[in-house]
């Protein structure tokens, strides 16, 4: 069953952030959630599958693995919340709900991805499915509504997701998460981990320029939806790595001057100035333990993946 979030849109609309984003002084910069749209979330998950990008394929070995322990450590479960919704999540439930009937709330803005994820989880015995259309915090609050007295609820937040926040807003972030739980109730955060660059770079800048569309896509979906004439051969795409804030930035350039114009609005950009479109973090395996600590939560466990450095946390919450 699939629970519309109705009226829940809380921020801007895409063309004023569009506005507020290319309008600034300084670094050009537009919030990475509007990337995934239906054909941004389609090129996302190609981006799962090129044998540079580590990431998703680490956190499905972890959740393999270690699924059995990590459904034991909280043992009354009654409800696993999802931010966002996925494939990997099949091996948990499974786990979950090899005792116990489970109910899972998979949280997501776009219906299409929601609808993609009912069908893949209907076959699980034990488990009932009550997906929420709505923002994460939204969804999470209306999900715990239904936590019957005695049981426990589990949030789920996968693939580094976390990673797209800067520090400090992350843990605000953590810190709602917890607001809207009770002691005992499971976080199990997934933090991809620090690694050289010449395995780091490859996984935001592959060489078959699956992620380069990816980005791009985003200037596409501003022309159609908001009626803006982006030239797409005279940007580029790039992907570097900030040592300072310990992040992949991706970036938007533009190869020479131009304007740009947005329904009434023009924009100029300067030759090599950068719009820019996405952060991923990159963690070091204690820092997931000291966020815990700040946010109301304690690190109950942790299991990092030999091969993609990438760490699997299961918060607790105090
Ligand atoms: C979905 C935010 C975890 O940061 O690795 C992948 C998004 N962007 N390649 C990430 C992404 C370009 C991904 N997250």
Known sequence: MLIRGGATQTGNS?????????????????????????????????????????????????LRRHSDEIAEQL??????????SGRKTRRILEALAQHQFTTYCPIEIS???????????DDLPNVSILGFETEYLDGLNKAVLRRRAGLGVMVLFLGSSIGNFDRSPGEDFLRKIREALQPGDGLLLGTDLEKPLDQLIPAYDDP?????????????????????????????????YNARDRRIEMHLRS???????????QFSFQRDE?????????????????MAERTGFKCAAQWVDDEWPFAENLLVAV
Do not use: M
């Open 75 to 84: 043992p009354a479960q009654g409800i696993v919340v999802e931010l966002g």
């Open 255 to 265: 190869i020479e001057n131009q304007s740009i114009t947005i329904g009434r609005e």
């Open 208 to 240: 078959l320029g699956v992620t380069a569309v990816f980005n791009t896509n985003l200037l596409v979906r501003i022309n159609r939806e908001l009626g803006g004439d982006f030239d797409l051969p005279r940007f580029e795409h790039v992907a570097l």
């Open 14 to 62: 895409f063309a004023e952030d569009v506005s507020a984003g290319l309008g600034r002084p300084g670094q050009k910069e537009l919030p990475s959630k509007y990337l995934y749209d239906d054909v941004g979330s389609a090129l996302f998950e190609v981006i799962t599958k090129l044998p540079e990008y580590g990431l998703t394929r680490a956190e499905e070995r972890i």
């Open 111 to 121: 219906s299409t991805a929601l609808e993609s994820c009912e069908r893949e989880l």
């Open 274 to 290: 950068t719009i820019w479109t996405e952060s991923s973090h990159k963690y070091r395996r204690h820092e997931a333990l000291e």
